[in-house]
């Protein structure tokens, strides 16, 4: 049974009952009045008749006649002919010795007014005359056809005011649980798997505040799902890249291993094929030893301490001295900050992997800048080249292991896409957060916000994430 | 035998493919990027094409469906083993896929069947005094036909498709004879002296320490 089912039919039930009871009840109240003044009417009326019967009789007997039962019936005659027409039937009786009326067709009247359609009332004459009794009989026939009519009415009117009211009730608990279908039929749609799906919902009650929660909800599981998804890419990815990486020099390594078995060649091949044997290993050893640089720096904490820019500076400028003489490509250092908080050698590592990703990027001649700054009350160490670029799409996956901004794929300068990562995982390890702007054509500048030393006000900050 | 390209990004493992496919008598050209193949084709007559996924430019799909109309039979080589990715390379109408890391071998055995599949292969292989007709499966030494039992031939084309390379005996054993059989490696040495001597290739067909045999032909 659907909701609105139950409610239409418990809303029904209730009503009508309601209805019908509250109806009842009122027809019972007025039929009580209606009979209590009938009998208030009769009764006077009654003593009306009694009292002139009496002064009647009274008259009488002052002029002296004695009360036969022929004058006293001639007497009630009068009376009785008199409200015969109002529809009352009158009886008198002498010790229980019916007087009046003596005819058979009063005792048909008489007959008559037993039925329960009148009201029958009996007093005694006032003394002296208490042997005789008047009986009073008023037909309420009317009353009870009147009471009929309201009856046939009521039945009536419950048939139909029971239809009209079932298909009010019926529009108006569709109109109000229309949220709920599409409640309903929203949660459906997300359950399959769109998550993208939304209620409409405009109304201030429980339900558009339901919707509204829902709503939020929805777009939560959808925003955890998109990062799920995401983060699932990256790891397939990288799984992708890795593969690719390691199965490349294997297959090389393989090849001219066999090759150098197997194959009747010359000395000038062997060598050949000797040499790439070598090269390959290598690469494979560098990639090795990158991998592992990555999960060191996973899995230990650091040992913070003051690092002086200048000496900074200075050893990654040595490191690169050769790569950047051979490329055409000035190093410009500027340093306003004397020392940062961090780890020495991290640093260097950090800032040689960001140099040797600019130098790759940039053509002889244009330069590239080594900046060491302070902003916000925080240290910036930056590198920052006049090279090609790379487009929003490039930038957003620059630190994905593996990835190369470069479309070729080219393993030129030998490097495998894991610069970056490194760089990631070095700025998580000094809780730093790195920044990257690019524009394709213009260069690529790449910030590393870390503390100032001894800025207690920044560490208690960073200290409590 | 058969004019093949070979388009491959990593230099090391494109070298290693043309050093063997040179090896056993192939042809060969290169190319280092997807651009280059539909030009390379226009130039020269190609029996195959050697094709990677992973490639600057266009990848190999793409190339793929750049070349269709030639008809030119396509074996893929990557290092992605996913089976999206394999079905995606037959459905653009490879002929075969090999995964990387491969064995030379391997590839080569491809290579062949590809070829003989698409009758690129070539009929003959002549060395000195000796003609062997694949397709009529005769044999002839100084213009006598040599009579040769079926295994004996079928050793014999193992050679030729892989000469220049040694062979082990398991090799041997499972390229001539097929994986199932249940023999002994003594079998391939009755065969290998069965054919030298009626090959009169005693010098040609050398015992290389300690690995097989190898089928030596001037390159």
């Known amino acids: 049974m659907r909701f609105w089912h139950k409610n239409l039919l418990a809303v029904l039930i209730l009503f009508i009952a309601a209805l019908d009871i509250s109806v009842i009840m009122v027809m019972k109240k007025s039929w009580q009045l209606n009979m209590d003044s009938e009998t208030r009417r009769a009764a006077s009326e009654q003593t009306l008749i009694a009292n002139n019967i009496f002064e009647n009789l009274d008259s009488i ?49 008489g007959s008559e007014g037993q039925s329960a359609q009148t009201i029958r009332l009996s007093m005694p004459l006032p003394a002296p005359y208490q042997a005789m009794e008047l009986t009073y009989s008023r037909d309420i026939s009317g009353l009870y056809a009147q009471q009929q009519e309201l009856n046939r009415f009521f039945v009536m009117i419950n048939w139909i005011a029971g239809p009209v009211l079932a298909l009010l009730l019926y529009l108006l608990i569709r109109r109000l649980t229309k949220p709920l279908k599409q409640l309903s039929e ?63 020099p294997l297959t090389s390594m393989q090849g001219f291993a066999e090759f150098l078995t197997s194959a009747n060649i010359g000395k000038e ?33 650091l040992e913070l301490s003051e690092v002086e820019v200048s000496a900074l500076f200075e050893a990654v400028r ?148 | 035998m058969a004019h093949i390209l070979v388009v491959e990004d990593e230099q090391p493992i494109s070298d290693l ?25 226009e130039q020269e007559r190609t029996d195959l094409i050697l094709l990677d996924v992973m490639l600057p430019g266009l990848d190999g799909f793409a190339v793929m469906q ?16 996913a089976l999206a990715d394999r079905i995606k390379g037959f459905e653009l109408g490879a002929e ?24 690129q292969a070539v009929p003959a292989f002549v060395c000195g005094g000796v003609e062997v007709r694949f397709a009529e499966r005769q044999v002839k030494v100084d213009s006598q036909a040599v009579d040769l039992t079926a295994r004996e031939f079928e050793l014999l084309e193992v050679l030729i498709r892989n000469r220049n390379i040694a062979l082990s005996r398991e090799k041997l054993l499972e390229l001539a004879w097929g994986y199932d059989f249940a023999g002994d490696t003594r079998t391939v040495d009755v065969h290998i002296r069965q054919l030298r001597k009626k090959l009169g290739w005693e010098e040609r067909i050398r015992t290389v320490f300690k690995l097989g045999y190898r089928l030596e032909v001037e390159v």
């Open chain 2, 17 to 41: 493919i043309t050093m063997n496919l040179k090896l056993v008598g192939h042809t060969y050209s290169k190319a280092y990027s997807g651009s280059e193949v539909a030009g390379m084709l």
């Open chain 2, 66 to 81: 750049q070349i269709a109309h030639l008809q030119i039979p396509v074996i893929l080589i990557t290092a992605k083993h």
């Open chain 1, 186 to 248: 929203t949660t459906r749609t997300i359950a399959g798997g769109d998550y993208s799906n939304r209620i409409e919902l405009r109304s201030r009650d429980e339900f558009g505040e339901l919707a509204v929660h829902f709503n939020r909800m929805a777009a939560a599981v959808e925003q955890r799902m998109t990062e799920l998804s995401d983060m699932a890419g990256e790891k397939q990815r990288m799984v992708d890249n890795l593969a690719h990486e390691l199965r490349t």
């Open chain 2, 96 to 119: 075969d896929y090999i995964i990387k890391p491969f064995e030379m071998l391997e590839l080569l055995a491809r290579i062949n069947v590809v070829l003989r599949r698409n009758e």
């Open chain 1, 61 to 109: 007997r002052a002029r002296g006649n004695t009360l036969t039962p022929v004058l006293l019936a001639s007497v009630a005659q009068s009376y009785g002919d008199y409200y015969r027409n109002q529809g009352i039937g009158l009886e008198l009786r002498e010790n229980g010795r019916l007087i009046y009326p003596n005819t058979g067709s009063g005792q048909a009247d």
């Open chain 1, 318 to 465: 040595q490191t690169e001295e050769l790569k950047l003489k051979e490329s055409g490509i000035p190093l410009e250092i500027d340093s306003s900050i004397p020392a940062v908080r961090g780890d020495a050698d991290l640093l260097a590592s950090f800032l040689v992997n960001l140099i040797e990703n600019a130098v790759h990027a940039s053509r002889p001649g244009s330069p590239i800048r080594l900046l060491a700054y302070e902003q916000n009350g925080e240290a910036v160490l930056e590198v920052r080249d006049c090279g090609s670029g790379m487009t929003a799409e490039q930038s957003k996956r620059a630190f994905e292991p593996f990835y190369r901004a470069d479309p070729a794929r080219s393993r030129l300068y030998g490097n495998a896409g894991l610069g970056l990562s490194l760089c990631r995982q070095i700025a998580e390890a000094h809780q730093a957060r790195v920044e990257l702007e690019s524009v394709p054509g213009q260069g690529t500048g790449i910030r590393l916000i870390l503390q100032l030393p001894n800025n207690l006000a920044s560490y208690s900050i960073t200290s409590r994430d």
């Open chain 1, 269 to 301: 091949e062997q060598i050949k094929a000797g040499h790439y044997i070598l090269s390959e290993t290598v690469r494979l050893k560098n990639l090795a030893f990158k991998l592992l640089d990555l999960s060191i720096l996973r899995h230990q904490p």
